[in-house]
């Protein structure tokens, strides 16, 4: 199976690019335009059958832990008028991961009052001591890359042999229709996933162009935070060394 890995920033794409993947590794930039705009170039330049996004995420929930991964497989848009707003969703195989629900935010912070997570939070923050996110405070500030930059590891090849028959289920055609509930958990109560949720900027306009493509897609996450904590709190260095672990051996024992 072609395949192409894209990643918001190098420093999440790093370790990876270091384990010598067969496959190309993109390095597309924060936020819904720059991640739009590097997968049309990804997909038009390489014509994978896979694209699959990784990175790292901030958790509404603490049932899931700093440095877990998890298979982002529906998410939507924080802001959009609920008139507007759509699920988008996975395309990909099943991958055998935690699956979780993500928001798509410009802040972090963004998607608290559409998940419902408002109000325990601010109790949550003012019995921790520390308070709901300013404004400016972005999902990306943990790291930062040039836009469009694309990383070619050594030796790696785009025509890499086809998947083991486990990595072939699907986890279901969408057909571009959202909200049908075609994948367990999506719907919850009192406006919360019934999956784990957890934030990023780029997994619905990702979902979105994949879409858009025809091409097949999956996106996988590794809890660098909790939203709503400091920076000091972070563990990106346990999130991206157990994301690296993770994509190799999904991916990296095909022969």
Do not use: H
Not at 10 to 38: C, H, M, N, S
Not at 97 to 103: K, N
Request: glycine share 12%; proline share 7%; net charge negative.
């Amino acid at each position: 199976m072609k395949r192409i890995f894209i990643f918001p920033t190098i420093e999440e794409a790093k370790a990876f690019i270091l384990t010598q993947p067969r496959d190309p590794v993109f390095v597309a930039g924060v936020g819904a335009a720059e991640i739009a705009a590097a997968t049309i170039r990804a997909v038009k330049a390489r014509k994978p059958q896979l694209v699959v996004l990784a990175g790292i995420a901030g958790a509404y929930d603490r049932s899931l832990q700093r440095g877990e991964v998890v298979e982002v497989v529906t998410e939507r848009i924080a802001g959009i008028p609920e008139r507007y707003a759509r699920e988008y969703e996975t395309s990909g195989p099943d991958l055998g991961l935690p699956l979780a629900a993500g928001v798509t935010v410009n802040r972090s912070g963004d998607g608290l009052r559409e998940t419902g997570r408002k109000q325990e939070q601010e109790q949550e923050f003012r019995e921790t001591g520390y308070g709901i996110p300013e404004p400016e405070t972005k999902s990306g500030d943990a790291v930062s890359a040039p836009a469009g930059q694309t990383l070619q590891p050594t030796g790696e090849r785009a025509d890499s042999p086809e998947q083991p028959s486990d990595m072939q289920s699907a986890i279901g055609d969408t057909n571009g229709t959202a909200g049908q509930g075609s994948l367990p958990g999506i719907d919850g109560t009192d406006g919360q996933s019934a999956l784990p949720e957890i934030e990023n900027m780029e997994g619905a306009p990702f979902f979105a162009v994949c879409e858009a493509l025809g091409v097949a897609c999956c996106q996988i996450r590794a809890v660098s935070n909790y939203v709503g904590e400091p920076f000091d709190r972070w563990a990106v260095g346990l999130a991206v060394e157990n994301l690296t672990a993770t994509l190799t051996q999904i991916f990296g024992n095909d022969e």
